[in-house]
């Protein structure tokens, strides 16, 4: 049973930072990609970053480019997204998911191309 499991949200003040982990289990995943989401109150969810298990290559959507940081640690089956500068539209819902393959270019952001999704960690950034 495939699991991804978020962690590491919370409340912070505007500029501070957070490291969200996912954790995955169930599977090999070094043939898969692995993406950061994100969906605020009365939004549609929103691709951040993605990363290829296998290769490292990262790819970020403008939003959050050079304010976010994703990266993997294959021995502990984790990717983490290190968000830095948060602002108080950062408030949101954080998902990590998991596709098989390596996405080129806005192939990133196609959400149903995602196997696999974690529930979710709420991040809060007061103002």
């Known amino acids: 049973q495939v699991q991804l499991v978020e962690s590491g949200g919370g409340l912070v003040q505007a500029g501070g930072s957070l490291r969200l982990s996912c954790a995955a289990s169930?599977?090999?995943?070094?043939?898969?990609?692995m993406g950061w989401f994100r969906q605020a109150p009365g939004k549609e969810r929103e691709f951040l970053a993605g990363i290829s298990w296998g290769s490292g290559s990262t790819y970020y959507a403008d939003s959050v480019k050079g304010r976010f940081t994703i990266s993997r640690d294959n021995a502990k089956n984790t990717v983490y997204l290190q968000m830095n500068s948060l602002k108080p539209e950062d408030t949101a819902v954080y998902y990590c998911a998991a596709r098989s393959g390596l996405p080129y270019g806005r192939s990133w952001y196609a959400q149903g191309l995602y196997d696999y999704w974690g529930q979710g960690t709420q991040v809060t950034v007061s103002s």
């Open positions: 169930g599977r090999t995943f070094s043939n898969h990609a």
